[in-house]
């Protein structure tokens, strides 16, 4: 025995049977209609309420200004006075792309123009009137894709430190930010280390007269530094307890230029060679690395620590690998020294170079399938790179002629804002722990603090919206 529905239904001798007549139903005007299924009955609406014909008046007419009226609302004015939105009860009877008419004959439309699962503007606005909440990503199971606004970018400063006798050499690496969040920069023949969260400032070591600092660079993890001098030697220093733990030998002229692996540190020299060394072996170094002809001023491991990239003033760019002596793949594009090399953190195999004043160009390659991907003419001379954690972005720093900060978006390499304040060639670069911030160095003898890169945070709540 079917179970009674919750409402009742009483028949209206003014509608025809062919309307209230099913095959689980009885007419009649005086007995409870007991179903398995819901159906509404119209008799009773007030149709006065949304503008419409009495209910009194033909039954068709007011059927079909209600059904011109539910179709504007839920699918736009296009759908009115045409071809009927598809239901699952109506595809089942006319066809995949079928409905059917008032009487019931079967009419076959093309869905284009009334399809409700495509992604438009005027059916999520016709949807937004319909939910309560006046958003319709509040819906279970309704996708809403937000148009970002372009993000803006503060086009000065939040903080200016003084950095006296900061080195206007285009061949040295004098700034590192570590994951501690320790700037560590080297300004004549010393060391000094600046607290981000606090400010403080300590002195690390002092190289004496006859030495200068040429280059900086931090363990990926812990308070270890690396110390690269204009006598060819590199010092290791543990920097929470301000000691040095060792020095080591190898290089016969400056070494400007390093980048540690997971155990690797790598040091590039002005005596063309690039010398690997573990840290935890008592040799100075492991392994030497010939094939530039001239200074090599870049150096970067890859994220996953298997590729080594060099740089150097011959205009060559060289990929090594962790056992090779001779490099794995060779560059030649550029037309200037390759200081500035950057690696993708969010696509393995994508690295980036920039090219020198005769060159100006930011170049992209597929170390994975040892491929040219595409060229940019910045206009200036290119001294630093760094891709944005957080987003699918780059900063890069410049030189001659005009000395600005730029933020890029990738692959599109649009300009998201150019920044200036230097007055000599930013030389500098690095990022903060975060991902959020960048400083900058230069000539002109100042460091300088920029928020060009959103949060973590700010992308993960972006995605789930």
């Known amino acids: 025995m079917d179970t009674p529905s919750t409402s009742t239904s009483t028949s209206d001798p003014k509608t025809p049977p062919s309307k209230i007549l099913s095959s689980y139903r009885r007419p009649s005007s005086s007995r409870t209609i007991y179903s398995d299924r819901f159906i509404p009955s119209r008799s009773s609406s007030n149709f006065a309420l949304f503008n419409l014909p009495n209910s009194n008046s033909s039954s068709d007419d007011s059927n079909s200004a209600y059904t011109n009226l539910l179709k504007s609302a839920l699918f736009g004015p296009e759908c009115v006075g045409g071809v009927n939105p598809l239901t699952p009860e109506k595809s089942i009877s006319g066809g995949r792309f079928g409905s059917r008419n008032s009487d019931g004959s079967i009419l076959q439309i093309s869905p284009p123009n009334c399809n409700i699962f495509k992604y438009k503007t005027e059916t999520r606005k016709s949807f937004q009137s319909l939910t309560p909440f006046g958003f319709d990503d509040q819906l279970p199971g309704v996708s809403h894709i937000p148009v970002k606004a372009p993000r803006k970018v503060p086009r000065s400063p939040y903080k200016v430190l003084d950095a006296p006798a900061l080195q206007d050499d285009f061949y040295l690496n004098l700034v590192d930010w570590s994951s501690h969040n320790v700037l560590a920069v080297g300004l004549g023949n010393c060391v000094y280390l600046w607290h981000a969260s606090s400010s403080k400032v300590v002195k690390l070591c002092d190289l004496g007269s006859d ?255």
């Not at 690269?228 to 543990?238: A, E, M, P």
């Open 211 to 465: 030495d200068n600092v040429c280059s900086v660079g931090w363990a990926q993890r812990g308070t270890h530094l690396a110390v690269g001098t204009s006598n060819g030697k590199l010092q290791l220093w543990d920097a929470s307890r301000c000691k040095k733990i060792r020095t080591m030998d190898g290089h016969r002229l400056r070494v400007g230029a390093l980048a540690w692996g997971s155990s690797t540190l790598s040091s590039g020299s002005r005596d063309k060679s690039i010398l690997q060394r573990d840290v935890r072996a008592q040799e100075d170094y492991v392994s030497k690395l010939s094939g530039h002809k001239s200074e090599v001023c870049g150096l970067k491991w890859s994220y996953d620590n298997r590729e080594l990239a060099s740089g150097g003033n011959d205009n060559k760019l060289f990929v090594w690998n962790q056992h090779s002596t001779q490099p794995v793949l060779k560059y030649c594009e550029h037309t200037a020294a390759v200081k500035a090399i950057a690696w993708s953190p969010h696509l393995h195999g994508l690295l980036a170079s920039g090219g020198g004043t005769a060159d100006r160009c930011i170049r992209f390659w597929n170390t994975t399938t040892n491929s040219h991907l595409s060229c940019m003419d910045t206009g200036s001379q290119v001294c630093n790179l760094v891709w944005s954690k957080n987003v699918n972005e780059l900063v890069s720093t410049h030189g001659y002629s005009q000395n600005q900060i730029i933020v890029w978006r990738y692959p599109t390499m649009s300009k998201l804002a150019t920044l200036t304040g230097h007055t000599y060639r930013v030389l500098y670069l690095a990022i903060s722990p975060d991902g959020q911030t960048i400083v900058t160095g230069a000539g002109d003898e100042t460091l300088r603090f920029w928020n060009v890169f959103p949060s973590p945070k700010s992308q993960v709540s972006t995605l789930i919206s």
